[in-house]
């Protein structure tokens, strides 16, 4: 959309999430609340985003760093409308400004279009999201006189026994013209029973100037939800888990237990694949068509081609080529490439390493720093030896090598085309190709040793 602005009201201290970290860098599935917002405009098409901030101002403007938004600091916190002034000569004239908060993360894109569209439509000087329910206890309401034209908002600790029973409630979201804003900002006192410059008060304010104000009620309450407290911190994360998890089960992904599945916002995940419980897929993880992942595995910026098994493991940062099984009980580092077709078993290690199609790591081994060609086959209890206390040294491994149970390759060191590492072996000195290395004592029986 265009000519829209947004200021993100975020400086209040949140005293109940009882932390010593700002409320809005609690994070919702794997963002901070403030990003999630922030996040949410851009989506939106919002130019200029301004982010008031207060209590601990440093700490949140340095995790927004780098995300093209501007801050505005209200040192006191003397209510909404003060923290808006604040963020007065952010506002232009001749745009639309969304006020959003830094502790409301579910808020939508989509939502936040409806009520720009809606306020353009209507031709408004404000428009306001608002909601109908049961309980309206702590929130502003929205009276309406007897053919129901919007007249006011009162906030509940304001309002009179009578305008107590109204159900329908202002979620705090509001467009406004610029101009209109701006206006009734100066306009806005401390004139009630907390003492504070409410920003609702520019409701009325711009409808006594002779402009339009309304609200549009929304059905989903669960979008303006401020989280105060843990307890609303883990509603908002199974509501946003949820969200997310539907999307990509309507996409084709098979979730076999939605309330176990913590997939990520970037992640992208292709038809047929199938999630089992207890998986964490996280940051730019890109996982192809086909897959079968988890039970408990946890994939950090992964790319995953198409079906690809992994089961009980950990990776981050590397590839994983079609065809290839991994786990139970691998661990993938990063900087690793792994091909097609290869299987990586039980307490296996992989780090900065390249493995070539076709190659078998079944059980206990550790690749580190290594260039592994194809069709190679790892006895159990390998270990690539990479660092002698100060350095880091490459293991290259050739195609159809085959490498004994609990061989120690000492790095650098190259083992040729088809060569054989006998087992039980310390290799430190390059094998040439197809030849056998054996690397250890030999055997001796002691006749009659015991009766000694
Ligand atoms: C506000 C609305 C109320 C609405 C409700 C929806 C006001 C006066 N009331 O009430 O009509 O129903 O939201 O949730 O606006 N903040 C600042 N600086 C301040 C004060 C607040 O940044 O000086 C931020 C807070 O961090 C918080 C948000 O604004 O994120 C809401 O402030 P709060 O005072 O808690 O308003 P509510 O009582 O929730
Ligand atoms: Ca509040």
């Known amino acids: 959309?265009?000519?829209?602005?947004?200021?993100?009201?975020?400086?209040?201290?949140?005293?109940?999430?009882?932390?010593?970290?700002?409320?809005?860098?609690?994070?919702?599935?794997?963002?901070?609340?403030?990003?999630?917002?922030?996040?949410?405009?851009?989506?939106?098409?919002?130019?200029?985003?301004?982010?008031?901030?207060?209590?601990?101002?440093?700490?949140?403007?340095?995790?927004?760093?780098?995300?093209?938004?501007?801050?505005?600091?209200?040192?006191?916190?003397?209510g909404t409308g003060h923290a808006v002034m604040q963020a007065e000569r952010f506002i232009d004239d001749s745009k639309d400004v969304l006020i959003l908060y830094g502790d409301t993360p579910l808020i939508s894109a989509d939502t936040l279009k409806r009520l720009v569209e809606y306020h353009?439509?209507?031709?408004?000087?404000?428009?306001?999201?608002?909601?109908?329910?049961?309980?309206?206890?702590?929130?502003?309401?929205?009276?309406?006189?007897?053919?129901?034209?919007?007249?006011?908002?009162?906030?509940?600790?304001?309002?009179?026994?009578?305008?107590?029973?109204?159900?329908?409630?202002?979620s705090g979201i509001y467009c406004f013209k610029g101009s209109s804003l701006k206006k009734a900002l100066k306009l806005i006192t401390n004139d009630n029973v907390q003492g504070e410059y409410y920003l609702p008060d520019a409701l009325e304010i711009i409808l006594r100037s002779g402009e339009k104000v309304n609200a549009m009620a929304i059905g989903n309450v669960a979008e303006f939800a401020g989280v105060n407290n843990r307890v609303q911190l883990a509603q908002a994360n199974r509501i946003m888990r949820e969200r997310i998890n539907e999307r990509h089960m309507l996409n084709g992904v098979t979730i076999i237990s939605t309330e176990n599945t913590y997939i990520y916002d970037d992640v992208k995940i292709g038809m047929d694949t199938i999630i089992y419980p207890g998986c964490v897929l996280e940051g730019n993880t890109v996982i192809g068509e086909g897959c079968s992942i988890g039970p408990d595995t946890r994939l950090t910026d992964m790319r995953l081609a198409d079906n690809v098994a992994v089961q009980y493991t950990v990776a981050m940062e590397s590839e994983i080529g079609s065809g290839t099984k991994v786990g139970p009980f691998a661990y993938i580092r990063p900087n690793s490439k792994i091909g097609e077709n290869i299987k990586i078993g039980d307490f296996v290690e992989v780090k900065n390493s390249v493995i070539g199609n076709g190659t078998k790591v079944s059980h206990l081994t550790y690749i580190g720093d290594s260039d592994v060609g194809e069709r190679i086959n790892f006895g159990c209890g390998t270990v690539t030896v990479n660092y002698d206390g100060k350095k880091k040294y490459r293991t290259v491994i050739e195609d159809d090598v085959f490498i004994g149970c609990n061989a120690n390759l000492v790095a650098p060191v190259t083992l040729k085309k088809g060569s054989y590492v006998a087992a039980g072996s310390t290799i430190t000195k390059d094998v040439p190709e197809k030849s056998l290395a054996v690397a250890r004592n030999r055997q001796q029986n002691i006749d009659g040793w015991a009766k000694k």
């Open 120 to 170: 353009r439509n209507e031709n408004n000087g404000v428009s306001i999201i608002s909601a109908v329910v049961e309980n309206s206890e702590g929130y502003g309401h929205i009276i309406r006189n007897k053919s129901g034209a919007f007249v006011k908002n009162v906030e509940y600790k304001d309002a009179t026994d009578e305008e107590k029973l109204v159900k329908e409630i202002n």
């Open 1 to 78: 959309m265009e000519n829209i602005n947004a200021i993100i009201l975020a400086a209040g201290e949140g005293t109940r999430m009882k932390s010593r970290l700002p409320k809005v860098l609690h994070e919702v599935m794997g963002k901070t609340m403030v990003k999630r917002v922030v996040d949410t405009a851009k989506e939106l098409g919002a130019e200029n985003i301004c982010v008031v901030t207060g209590h601990k101002a440093e700490e949140v403007q340095e995790s927004l760093r780098g995300e093209n938004v501007e801050f505005a600091l209200q040192k006191e916190q003397l």
